[in-house]
């Protein structure tokens, strides 16, 4: 067995914190008998009181913090050679510091030691908990808090210094090292959440716990101590790399022509992925309990490489190994017989005689006085290692767990269902690569030829970070620059380029793209074999419903796709994509997809049940398979089978409701794809129900967009489709297309351009009256928005008749206490306030928020939030301060939306009007620098935003002048 190398791990502390944090670390690691006697624990300490009151004496920077780890590092550690570095919040940020001014001083040489850096809950893009209140003290100074402030320059510089020069490092030098850096989060952790904790850092994760019990793990189970103890395994097994060389099969180790010996061969550079060289390390440790370990995943996910690994490690500890490839199987399990010493007498009786070959084998590997290590490569039909009168997971058959201590098995295979393996067997997802470990992969294999580290990182993102696809893009780039050949898409010459070329047929429609051009390049024959031998495997199991299903699914965005609302049975029934479908077959469907990789299933985190099954497509996959030969000639029926499941998802689901906004946020990247494919595509939809469809869905998409604030987005989303309606068989003036005209009406009133909402809706009102009558409720919410832009426009007293007319058309049409009745009401009211009939105002104000009320509205419905504003300033006008600022605050409080919103910031306005109208002008001009920072941000040079800077510039020469 190989004695690990000693190491020295060494614990840092946050803010406010001391050493003793590490105390049930510390009790662990000295109770944990696989790290005694090679582990040693230290605890570097800094001052870190939360006030100092000797005016002697100051609380040390962060920088003077680092130069103390640095001088502990080199003084009380001299002579360790292993180091692995543990951080708990601003501990993070000390030990970034301190390799960054290492960096920068030239002395990456002297980082060698250490091995590994794992940080818990950093606040790496800053903690906003209390923010305010921090701030506020006027008389704290504390030089480390400032540091936790979001975005502190300081602690940006730092980690785009460690990004580049350890992260990112490819060699030992005086201005970059590699070091294997983590940033770990706690799902609970509200003082530094998970995604501030994770940064920017490409590995690490989320783990159970808050901001304190994620570095006090309760056992050995826990998943912070699991982590840090894997890095310290790593760390002590790491061992030099020897040379590798092709293996020499000798006569002893074949039976006939058909070898049991490991491609080492095949091995070429270093195998990538963190939690794929993790997988590595504990396997071939034995750090399961199972003997029998699973590696599963979609096809050129690099499941044979991880395996290939395992096979040279053990091989190099001393285990002998043998690699089962499925092709003759039964001649090669007879070569391993044959090398495990069974005569010629015994190997014919059990092949050809009354005994059985399997249970020989297994009798001479449980035998087998040495460590051996079984692989069986490529296991797509489990069956195959199964026996003949039953399934693999009775454990009768090739593959069976080892009956002695020292015996391993690992199989690769694409499926990944531990019910078809068995309990005695682990099943372990191999995952993608992420883009660090993509990018390293395609700059190594070019050797440098195709671009910077951060081309290579956007190319391996394009690319999913699918090794198979990675290895075709490297051999091209490689290529076309050394040989100076000509490819047909000759721009492609690079990963800039590559990158380009996969981005223009990943967002083709379907069916639009001529075949050959970039199938080279992507490897398209070899992907599409991948999904098709699992695809063709589940027809014979009784799923044929899973190619269709899976390309629908391809027809649809990227993003998370919320099946459970989604796949509805009766409309994929009434598809001449599903004949003879049974919505009882949906769950065998997916657990099929599943189980062979072609998907993957998450768990998201939100309240909604339905909402949290989500699944996703690779993105090579989806790209390929929007070509596939079934999809191209059946557009129609894809396209139109997408735009019918979307419309049921939504089905009476107003986007104006916030208790709706949940099904919407999900929903709409869907919409979107799917209405320009339809619409905005470059073929013409012949379908006219299946246009007509997509509108609707556009017309419901750009109504949650624009309630959500989200303007941009909806603009984009909106204006082509009105502009090339001719293209889709659609007149401007259809209902249709007035429609969506209405919405880009709104988009315009929203973003404060006033004047091309009245012009737009003006027009929308003179063609809906016409084609449905002037007190239509359409046409009634068309002359209602265009009264509003001109309310917006201050032309009060033109607004107010019109608003007038409408509210009593209103009540008439919908009813008196209709949600579009009172948003008129609304409007009205905000009239009266502008022509000062406060009083008439408030009554107005309240009436609208007593029916609420009483119809149950949520108090999160925005137009609620803005009726409430208008409460305020009405009460603010009537010089009734404190009502109007409970008013207006209890509004913000009940918003919860992020302050920077449309809505938020509307509310914000109003909060810094009524303190400045108090007299409140410190906390007015406190609120008014953050709201005008974020106006600047997200609506620079608005209406909204020169009104608050004008504010702003006033109440400067009002205090410059007090001064």
Known sequence: MVVPIPVHLVFVHGLFSSAKVWSAFRQLITTDDELSGWVHVRCFAYDSPFVRL??????????????????????????????????????????????????????????????????????????????????????????????LRPFDRAVTEAQRSVLTGVVHARRHGDQECPITVQAYGGSMDNIVPAVVARGVFPEGGVIPGDHFSIVQPVDHRAASYLTVRAALLSVGHAQPEPRRAAATVTPSQQHGDYTVSPPFA?????????????????????????????????????????????????????????????????????????????????IERAWHGPGSAADLLWKLLDKSGKPWLLVFDNADDPQQIGPVDGPVSDGTGWLREPA???GLVVVTSRVRSQETWGPWSLVHRISALGDEDGASLL???????????????????????????????????????????????????????????????????????????????????????????????????????????????ACLNMAPIPYRCLADGEVLTQSP????????????????????????????SVADPVLSHVLTLHPVVHGVLREDEDVQRRRTDYLGLAVRLLLKATEGKNPDHTSNWPLWAAITPHAREVARMCLAGPVRMEDRSTVAGALELT?????????????????????????????????????????????????????????????????????????????????????????????????????EPLLWSIAEAENTVRGPEHYDTLVVRHSWTRVMLMLGRTSEAEEGARSILGISRRRNWPPTTPETLFVRSTL????LEQERYEEAETEVRGALLDAAQPPDSELMMYLRGTLTTVLFGRGHAPEAVQELRYLLEDLRRVKPGSPMTKKFEKIWANALRQMHGQL
Not at 277 to 282: D, E, G, S
Not at 311 to 316: F, K, V
Not at 327 to 339: G, I, P, T
Request: hydrophobic share 40%.
């Open 699 to 799: 017309r419901l998409t750009t109504r949650f967009l624009i309630t959500k604030g989200l303007l941009a987005p909806a603009h984009d989303l909106v204006v082509p489709i009105v502009a090339d309606c001719a293209s889709f068989g659609f007149h401007e003036d259809d209902r249709e297309l007035l429609a969506l005209r209405h919405e880009k009406g709104r988009i315009a009133l929203e973003r404060e351009d006033h004047a091309a909402a009245e012009e737009e809706l003006l027009k929308v009102v003179r063609a809906r009256t016409r084609v449905l009558g002037g007190n239509h409720p359409d046409t009634l919410a068309s002359r209602h928005k265009h009264a509003r832009a001109l309310l917006e426009q201050e032309r009060w007293e033109e607004a």
């Open 54 to 147: 000797r005016p002697d004496r100051r609380v040390a920077e962060t920088d003077d913090i680092a130069d103390h780890l640095s001088t502990y590092l080199a003084t009380e550690l001299a002579d360790a050679e292993s180091i692995v570095l543990v951080t708990h919040s601003q501990g993070g940020l000390v030990v970034q510091r301190f390799l960054s001014r290492k960096l920068a001083t030239g002395k990456g040489r002297d980082l060698m030691r250490i091995k590994h850096f794992t940080m818990f809950s950093c606040p790496n893009t800053g903690s906003g908990f209390f923010l305010t209140v921090r701030k506020a003290l006027a008389l704290w100074r504390h030089s480390q808090e400032r540091q």
């Open 872 to 875: 305020a300033l009405s009460l």
């Open 577 to 604: 994509l599903f004949p003879g479908f049974s919505p009882t077959e949906l769950a065998a469907v997916f657990k099929g997809l599943e189980d062979f990789d072609l998907v993957e299933a998450v768990r998201e």
């Open 404 to 406: 002695c201590d020292h």
């Open 443 to 553: 700059l190594e294999r070019t050797q440098g030829l195709g671009g910077t580290n951060e081309q290579a990182r956007q190319l391996s993102a394009a690319l999913g970070g699918l090794p198979l696809a990675l290895h075709t893009a490297a051999v091209t780039v490689k290529t076309v620059n050394q040989k100076k050949v000509s490819l047909d898409d000759g721009d492609v010459t690079d990963f800039e380029s590559y990158c380009k070329a996969v981005q223009r047929r990943f967002a083709s429609v379907p069916g639009t793209r001529p075949r050959g051009d970039l199938d080279e390049l992507l490897g398209r024959e070899i992907v599409e074999e991948v999904y098709g031998i699992a695809l063709r495997q589940l027809a014979r199991q009784g799923l044929p419903q899973a190619s269709p299903l899976l390309k629908v699914f």
């Open 266 to 346: 095949k091995l070429e550079g270093k195998l990538k992925g963190k939690e794929q060289n993790r997988l590595v390390a504990r396997v071939t440790s034995s750090a399961w309990p199972q003997k029998v370990h699973v590696l599963a995943g979609l096809g050129g996910m690099g499941k044979s490489r991880v395996a290939l690994e395992m096979a040279h490690r053990a091989h190099r500890a001393g285990r002998r190994v043998w690699w089962i490839s499925l092709s003759q199987l039964s001649a090669r399990m007879r070569a391993v017989a044959s090398q495990l010493g069974a005569s010629e007498a015994q």
